[in-house]
């Protein structure tokens, strides 16, 4: 299985971007995506998924502003970040195969991206 995710960079406070995660090697549209970021001198947070069915999830502090989505036919799950705050800089990595619920965030398993810089300017 070989993941990438993809779309980083550097925004002013306010601005947007799109990351996304694209795998290949397994039945993409059976597999739960999650995405999770780790700040410097952070613990890693897994802060939205998207399940097989279409299930959403987005802890507290992106809901709102950011937006998961997926194409099974391109394999590839987008996320979509609209106002950024400089509190969401942070490396961003997506886990394809791991597990969510609408009220629980996507657990670290599965397997892993390289990661994408997010770095949000005030």
């Known amino acids: 299985v070989e993941v990438v995710d993809s779309g980083g960079g550097l925004v002013q406070a306010g601005g947007s971007l799109t990351l996304s995660c694209t795998a290949s090697?397994?039945?993409?549209?059976?597999?739960?995506i999650g995405w999770f970021r780790q700040a410097p001198g952070k613990e890693r947070e897994g802060f939205s998924c998207?399940?097989?069915?279409?299930?959403?999830y987005y802890t507290h502090s992106v809901k709102g502003r950011f937006t998961i989505s997926r194409d099974n036919a391109k394999s590839t799950v987008y996320l979509q970040m609209n106002n950024l705050k400089p509190e969401d800089t942070a490396i961003y990595h997506c886990?394809?195969?791991?597990?969510?619920?609408?009220?629980?965030?996507?657990?670290?398993?599965?397997?892993w991206g390289q990661g994408t810089q997010v770095t949000v300017s005030s």
């Open positions: 998207i399940t097989q069915s279409g299930d959403l």
């Open positions: 886990a394809v195969d791991t597990w969510c619920s609408t009220d629980e965030p996507p657990l670290i398993r599965g397997y």
């Open positions: 090697g397994l039945r993409f549209g059976d597999v739960t």
